[in-house]
């Protein structure tokens, strides 16, 4: 079985700003690891993926995540926040099994401040 | 990816009455899930839609409560039974592409507020 945790409910940055959102595992199998994204009022969306390969990914909107498999983190970043990141982050993690279901953080409530 | 719609995007109902919520894909998947996301909570998965025979319920749902129907792979249903306050929450539609190496896509949400 998979859990995952979020750290901190609530993550209040200024614009422009760097910002880290963590995520921590724990798994007795091979996972993949999500960040999914939900903005006000929309359902969600999924920001980047870990699969396979190297443990840096980035998504199109300069966010990156980082797999640290001997620390069981999967950090959320971004260098230089916008007002439009304002959201929730959802850390999710699936084992490799075609069985196996995905596991999601509690979540981590992102507000930009201008 | 999937395209996922879901209708309604959202309803208020009176205790006791059931809603049913429509989850529409388009093209045919063969895993397809319903989560429930309680106001400010993350998303409890409350069964596995399963084309052709009995969904698949999660601990702590049961299917009196929440029947669901999936007569083909891209068309489920949910149906909330009965309905109380403590049903208020955004119910989320989701699909698995296997092709996507085990990526869930999901629809909008129906925003569900039972006075």
């Known amino acids: 079985a998979q859990s995952v945790t979020q750290l901190d409910s609530q993550v209040p940055v200024f614009e422009e700003a760097p910002v880290e959102l963590r995520c921590n595992y724990s798994?007795?199998?091979?996972?993949?690891l999500f960040w999914y994204v939900q903005y006000p009022n929309q359902g969600l969306q999924l920001l980047l993926k870990?699969?396979?390969?190297?443990?840096l990914v980035e998504s199109i909107n300069g966010f990156e995540a980082e797999f640290n498999k001997s620390q069981t983190s999967f950090h959320l970043r971004k260098p230089s926040v916008h007002i439009s990141d304002t959201a929730e982050y959802f850390c999710?993690?699936?084992?490799?099994?075609?069985?196996?279901?995905?596991?999601f953080g509690s979540g981590t409530r992102l507000s930009i401040r201008p | 990816s999937a395209v996922i719609s879901q209708k309604p995007s959202r309803d208020i109902c009176q205790r006791g009455t059931s809603l049913t919520i429509q989850c529409q894909v388009d093209?045919?998947?063969?895993?397809m899930f319903w989560y429930r996301q309680q106001p400010g909570q993350s998303l409890t998965l409350i069964a596995t839609?399963?084309?052709?025979?009995?969904?698949?319920?999660e601990s702590g749902f049961v299917i009196d409560k929440f029947p669901i129907s999936r007569p083909n792979l891209t068309f489920s249903t949910l149906t909330v039974s009965n309905m109380s306050p403590e049903d208020s929450s955004i119910y989320l539609c989701?699909?698995?592409?296997?092709?996507?190496?085990?990526?869930?896509?999901f629809g909008p949400g129906t925003r569900l507020t039972v006075l």
């Open positions: 839609a399963n084309q052709g025979s009995e969904a698949t319920y």
């Open positions: 093209s045919q998947v063969t895993m």
């Open positions: 870990y699969l396979s390969g190297s443990t």
């Open positions: 999710a993690v699936k084992g490799y099994s075609s069985a196996s279901k995905i596991i």
């Open positions: 989701s699909v698995e592409d296997r092709q996507g190496a085990d990526e869930q896509f």
């Open positions: 798994s007795s199998v091979s996972v993949y």
